[in-house]
């Protein structure tokens, strides 16, 4: 007798995405801490450069899971992440880009679509990419404390308020998602389809 498929998240679903969700933030900050020592002239692409790999990771997720609330569930789990790490003004951020994600990928019935997931993520990754600017508007002064007591240097602090490197930090975080989806996509199609891992990309 065949399982009766079921549109909203089940248990086992909670488990794909917490372990995709925990593999992803891992790898993460595996990268983050790997371009530490060249952050004084690699800060405007860092995030880019992490996100590439980390796409991948995301739209097996998303692909595999293929219902409402993947999104917005990965978005809270890395908002908790950063919440017991000490930086809670992420966590609003994550579930806010998480929502409106999902608003997309409901709108277009996109959850197994490379193109809507695309958009999605980009959108969810522009708000917490810009979190940055969203506490300094709040409080410049607690900003810039806290950015030097974790470590950054003067030349961060420029990259991080000079119009020109925030288009830049902008233009190669776009680029960066869509081609790592893309080459995520290609390795569904390639590996994970094959292995029976998801139905159909």
Same mark, same amino acid.
């Given at each position: 007798?065949?399982?009766?498929?079921?549109?909203?998240?089940?248990?086992?679903?909670?488990?794909?995405?917490?372990?995709?969700?925990?593999?992803?933030?891992?790898?993460?900050?595996?990268?983050?801490?790997?371009?530490?020592?060249?952050?004084?002239?690699?800060?405007?692409?860092?995030?880019?450069?992490?996100?590439?790999?980390?796409?991948?990771?995301?739209?097996?997720?998303?692909?595999?899971?293929?219902?409402?609330?993947?999104?917005?569930?990965?978005?809270?789990?890395?908002?908790?992440?950063?919440?017991?790490?000490?930086?809670?003004?992420?966590?609003?951020?994550?579930?806010?880009?998480?929502?409106?994600?999902?608003?997309?990928?409901?709108?277009?019935?996109?959850?197994?679509?490379?193109?809507?997931?695309?958009?999605?993520?980009?959108?969810?990754?522009?708000?917490?990419?810009?979190?940055?600017?969203?506490?300094?508007?709040?409080?410049?002064?607690?900003?810039?404390?806290?950015?030097?007591?974790?470590?950054?240097? *003067?030349?961060?602090?420029?990259?991080?308020? *000079?119009?020109?490197?925030?288009?830049?930090?902008?233009?190669?975080?776009?680029?960066?998602?869509?081609?790592?989806?893309?080459?995520?996509?290609?390795?569904?199609?390639?590996?994970?389809?094959?292995?029976?891992?998801?139905?159909?990309?």
């Amino acid at each position: 007798m065949k399982k009766k498929k079921t549109a909203t998240l089940i248990s086992k679903d909670y488990l794909t995405i917490g372990l995709y969700t925990v593999v992803g933030f891992v790898v993460m900050m595996v990268l983050s801490m790997a371009t530490l020592p060249f952050m004084a002239w690699f800060y405007p692409y860092a995030t880019a450069f992490v996100l590439f790999f980390t796409c991948p990771i995301y739209l097996l997720m998303a692909f595999k899971v293929g219902k409402k609330g993947t999104l917005l569930l990965f978005g809270a789990i890395n908002g908790v992440f950063y919440a017991i790490m000490g930086t809670i003004y992420i966590l609003p951020i994550t579930l806010l880009g998480g929502f409106i994600g999902e608003v997309i990928l409901a709108k277009t019935n996109g959850y197994r679509k490379l193109g809507p997931q695309t958009i999605a993520f980009t959108i969810y990754n522009l708000l917490y990419g810009f979190s940055n600017y969203i506490i300094l508007a709040i409080s410049a002064d607690y900003y810039f404390k806290m950015m030097e007591n974790t470590g950054y240097t *003067d030349n961060h602090l420029e990259y991080l308020t *000079d119009p020109f490197w925030i288009m830049i930090s902008t233009v190669a975080l776009i680029a960066a998602i869509c081609l790592g989806c893309l080459f995520g996509y290609k390795l569904l199609n390639k590996h994970f389809v094959k292995a029976g891992v998801i139905k159909s990309a």
